[in-house]
């Protein structure tokens, strides 16, 4: 929530710019503050076996569910790199991307996911500061009931499926309210 | 920049968070303020008879070189819906999302492109007040040493060599210095 300018630390309030046609938080000396929706950038990532790996989060929201390991891009990183950081700060898991798998916006919290398909580079994981635990589960170990977030799901359900025909077919759509 | 807490007004410096690994901007009162990257999204549109829909751009960067319609993604939307609103507001063109199509990272200014394939609906229009000039290109009217950013061209590109066998590859990748 920005009630004061960053730039100059005057008070703002919500107008919209002369030139623009959305509220934005301007300040006393016209400074306008632009708030963006954030990419979260996170991978799917097997081992030679096929077994995915999972990490139990530590951390809100939905602390003690399962996940795929993702979070939020930093400046002055590409998207794959994001995903991998990340897979090596939840679970202490090298991994080698394949490509962009899955796409999904979250309007009502400004979030867009972008999950990569990866390659396990070692089978040594374990958990980082944000997850409790982390594991490599066949798909009968998925367990379904105790996944974090919606894009979790759709993802790994694409990717059961697609692994199937050995075709993976990038997809992207939206999830709304109440999921997330 | 930020230079003052936009929750509270008081000076921020840039340290490392007890729990962090990054420089961040915090406040004498403890609050971080994090900087993300941004997403624009934008749309490759064609016409029934294959043409494509480009603009010249009245804005910096690359005042008068031509583009892909594509402008900063908003709070509370998609990033189709991004895209397609990118499009409305540029050239006045209603446009169908068909996919998502190419996405690359700059990681040296922090932004991430989306570009979706669309149908154009309506083959009527015009400049938006950020273009100069707007046109439906067949292949040959491309003008591949006016566009304004490596992306347009890569897409373009990308998007020509596909059409050739109708088979539309997913590109995704990064666009280093000095390009842009």
Redesign the interface.
């Known amino acids: 929530?920005?009630?004061?300018?960053?730039?100059?630390?005057?008070?703002?309030s919500e107008r919209v710019p002369d030139?623009d046609n959305?509220l934005r938080?301007v300040c006393e000396n016209g400074h306008i503050?632009?708030?963006?929706?954030?990419?979260v950038a996170g991978c799917l990532a097997t081992w030679e076996d096929g077994r995915i790996l999972l990490a139990r989060r530590a951390i809100e929201p939905r602390h003690g569910k399962w996940t795929l390991p993702a979070g939020?891009?930093?400046?002055?990183?590409?998207?794959?790199?994001g995903a991998a950081r990340e897979a090596m700060e939840e679970a202490n898991a090298k991994v080698e991307i394949i490509?962009?798998y899955t796409?999904y916006?979250i309007?009502?919290i400004?979030q867009?996911y972008?999950m990569f398909r990866a390659k396990l580079l070692d089978p040594d994981v374990s958990a980082g500061?944000e997850s409790l635990e982390v594991k490599l589960a066949t798909e009968d170990e998925i367990p379904w009931n105790e996944l974090a977030f919606t894009m979790v799901r759709l993802t790994l359900r694409h990717f059961i499926e697609d692994r199937k025909t050995g075709v993976f077919v990038?997809r992207?759509g939206?999830i709304r309210p109440p999921e997330r």
Chains 1, 2 share one sequence.
Not at 33 to 39: A, G, R, S, V
Not at 72 to 81: A, L
């Open positions: 929530m920005i009630r004061f300018c960053p730039q100059c630390g005057f008070p703002t030139d959305r938080a503050t632009y708030e963006n929706p954030k990419i939020f891009m930093e400046n002055g990183e590409s998207v794959p790199e490509d962009l796409t916006s309007p009502h400004s867009v972008m500061t990038p992207f939206d």
